[in-house]
């Protein structure tokens, strides 16, 4: 039976939040836990013309995975993607091993002079997540997150009460800059969190 709104958010997240088109090279990181969103994104990258693999890391050592595999490296040395997921889960101690792979990838980029690929993010990610969370309309969001941008990015303070009465105060610090996750990452180098 056809999983309607599983589809939906795959193709939104290949079509409208990452726009993959015919041109492009699709790397998806992906796990054992996550596959078959994993293999979807592939799949749905693939009906755009791009040429798209996936690797899974479990393939590549076991998990936690503290550093970044040496053959992950080399796959993206090799393949050159122009567009990358991360649709993996979440293990404890892998943030640092996840960090990392964003400065290889920036080292590698610039040793072989290509431009940064687009990436998204969507660690411990999940099928609920993906017909929940992906189906939403990412125009909209992305209008919304600058918006709420525009009125929060000088603010020092920023307080907020509810109709039955929580109230929440937060101060921010000036000196810090504001990344938002906007949800459409159409140019090289654009990143975030889907």
């Known amino acids: ?52 693999q996936s690797v899974n890391l479990e393939d590549l050592g076991s998990r936690p995975m503290l550093e970044v595999p040496d053959e992950l ?26 960090m990392a792979l964003t400065g290889k990838i920036q080292q590698i980029y610039t040793a072989l002079d290509l431009p940064l690929p687009r990436h998204a993010h969507m660690v411990s990610i999940t099928p609920q ?16 997150t600058y918006n ?17 009465g929580t109230a929440i105060s937060a101060q921010f610090n000036s000196d810090y800059r504001w990344v938002p996750c906007h949800g459409l990452y159409h140019h090289p180098g654009d990143w975030g969190n889907l």
Do not use: W
């Open 148 to 164: 709420v941008l525009d009125l929060v990015e000088k603010a020092k303070e920023i307080q907020v009460t509810s109709r039955k």
């Open 1 to 52: 039976m056809p999983d309607d709104k599983f589809n939906l958010g795959i193709k939104n997240a290949v079509g409208v939040c990452m726009n993959i088109q015919g041109d492009d090279r699709v790397l998806v990181i992906t796990d054992e836990l996550t596959e078959k969103i994993g293999n979807a994104l592939r799949n749905e990258s693939g009906t755009t013309g791009a040429a798209a």
């Open 129 to 144: 997540l993906i017909r929940e969370g992906m189906t939403a309309d990412y125009h909209e969001i992305n209008k919304l």
């Open 73 to 98: 490296l080399d796959i993206l040395k090799d393949f050159r993607p122009t567009v990358t997921f991360y649709a993996a889960a979440s293990l404890e101690g892998e943030v640092r091993m996840r």
